[in-house]
Each structure stands twice: as C-alpha cells, then as structure tokens.
C-alpha cells in the first residue's frame, strides 16, 4: 500500500451519486447526535451544497440554495 492508498477501500464497489454525497456530507458535518441538532445540521448541509455548486460555477442554483438556508 503506497500514501496515495492509504483512506482508500480497495474493494468498493462505486456509489451513485446521491450515496456518494450523502457519504460525504456525513464525513464532513459528523453523526447527529441530538434531535435539537438536526436543524443546524441542516442549514450546514445546505451550506455546503451552495459552496460546491459555487465551486462548479452553478452559481444561479447555488443563489437559490442560499434563499433556502436564510428561510
């Protein structure tokens, strides 16, 4: 196993896209651990989806997405 394998599992079968986000929103925003931190945890993950829509140059979507983190 060489550094650029180190986090990789090497018998994983590719995810569908909407796995691979929910996996990584997971990683990145951490496990819910009370009900009262759900909505935080979602107005994060909300966040997030504006942030990397503004990283692929969707900023029209990722400004309606921002409409929905302030409501």
Excluded: F, T
Aim: proline share 6%; hydrophobic share 50%; aromatic share 2%.
């Amino acid at each position: 196993m060489n550094k650029g394998q180190a986090y990789r599992a090497a018998n994983a079968p590719p995810m569908p896209d909407a796995e691979m986000w929910d996996a990584c929103v997971s990683s990145i925003l951490g496990p819910v651990i009370a009900q009262a931190d759900c909505e935080v945890r979602h107005r994060n993950a909300l966040q997030l989806a504006a942030a990397a829509l503004r990283a692929a140059g969707a900023d029209d979507i990722a400004a309606q997405a921002k409409l929905r983190i302030v409501a």
